[in-house]
């Protein structure tokens, strides 16, 4: 983990046959990459929110199927013939990359000088192009920049424009179009979100830090942007609402002690790849060794008697309360776990009542 070895190899020796070539006066300044398996109706509506933006900025849409049914091609391609579809790229690869390398595949057949992803269950915003063109264009050096979806579940119907706005005014607030550069922790535990769907990133930083890692099946994405970080690269978090994130159906496939099991690795090595002080490195590998043996015989009041012991710093304190929430939704055991009673607790034994 967390080498900049060439995971794009695999899928640059696999042939992707172009059924349609986007008719673009020049390079695009972005490329939307959308990685395609299945789901024909609501890819098209995920289709028709990328052609139906509202810019003049020159972009692409870059269509990577995986899918092999003669049938669902043909019937996409027909679709795809309206001159509406002119910025579109239509391509199927000959055998089936996996969801990680279609990722790497779509960014090697882009074209633009920024690449952003659209996963077929995602709608974009109307400025979502223009919105991104113009704070690249404003923050000179920005290498890659995340933003935050709407989570919606699937089945329900999208939101209006008005209701659009408003969520965007309503969670921005005063913060809107704020853009802070992402630190180390600001990943784990996913207080950023880190979806290939919420990042847009030059193609060639990309291409030169090898690609998404097609040896971690579910948290390839977070994996990546540590690699990011930990590599100095020039990342930053953009406060604004860009698209809508529909969940439900691609959600219950993945395993939820996989998951867990795949991020404490990436906690693990992340520690061994930061120099901070042994103290703190030894508590947060105490955190973890005890978040791993809770999934077996440990209980919520063992870990809560046991846990202070390694939480003598204020900053310790703070990283544990954080990695706590995000296992509190996974696993039954946090329910009866109060990070904010210990928190509290520590901090009125340090400084007293008031």
């Known amino acids: 983990m967390f080498e900049n070895k060439d995971y794009l190899k695999c899928s640059k020796q696999i042939e992707s046959t172009c059924l349609k070539r986007a008719d673009l006066p020049s390079s695009p300044f972005l490329s939307i990459i959308i990685p395609a398996y299945g789901k024909r109706d609501i890819l098209l509506q995920a289709i028709e929110s990328a052609v139906t933006q509202v810019t003049s900025v020159n972009y692409e849409i ?3 199927d995986n899918n092999q049914n003669e049938r669902d091609i ?7 013939q309206s ?3 002119r910025r579109v790229s239509y391509y199927v690869n ?3 990359l996996g969801m990680c390398g279609n990722h790497n595949r779509g960014a090697l057949l882009a074209r633009g000088t920024y690449i952003t992803y659209l996963h077929t269950d995602d709608i974009l915003c109307k400025d979502f192009v223009e919105l991104l063109w113009s704070q690249l264009s404003a923050h000179n050096g920005i290498e890659a920049l995340y933003f935050k979806p709407y989570f919606l579940k699937m089945g329900n119907p999208l939101p209006t424009a008005e209701k659009m706005k408003h969520v965007r005014s309503e969670k921005t607030g005063r913060f809107q179009n704020r853009i802070a550069r992402v630190k180390a922790f600001d990943i784990i535990p996913y207080k950023i979100q880190t979806a290939p769907c919420e990042m847009v990133m030059k193609r060639t930083v990309f291409l030169r830090m090898g690609g998404y890692n097609t040896n971690i099946n579910l948290v390839f994405d977070t994996e990546f942007a540590m690699r990011c970080v930990l590599y100095q690269k020039r990342v930053y978090w953009l406060d604004d609402t860009l698209f809508i994130k529909r969940f439900g159906e691609s959600a219950s496939h993945m395993g ?3 998951m867990i ?3 404490l690795n990436l906690l693990t090595e992340f520690c061994k790849h930061t120099h901070y002080p042994y103290q703190r490195q030894m508590a947060y590998y105490r955190v ?3 978040c791993r043996d809770w999934q077996g015989h440990h209980t919520a009041r063992q870990m809560e008697i046991e846990l202070p012991r390694y939480m003598d710093k204020p900053f310790v304190i703070r990283r544990c309360q954080l990695l706590l929430r995000f296992y509190r939704k996974y696993f039954w055991h946090l329910h009866a776990f109060d990070t904010r009673r210990l928190y509290h607790e520590d901090h009125q034994n340090r400084y007293g009542r008031k």
């Open 256 to 258: 939820k002690k996989e």
């Open 83 to 85: 001159s509406r579809f």
């Open 261 to 263: 099991h795949d991020v």
């Open 62 to 64: 870059v269509i990577v």
């Open 74 to 80: 043909q019937d996409l391609k027909e679709r795809l």
């Open 94 to 96: 000959t055998q089936n």
């Open 288 to 290: 973890l060794s005890l």
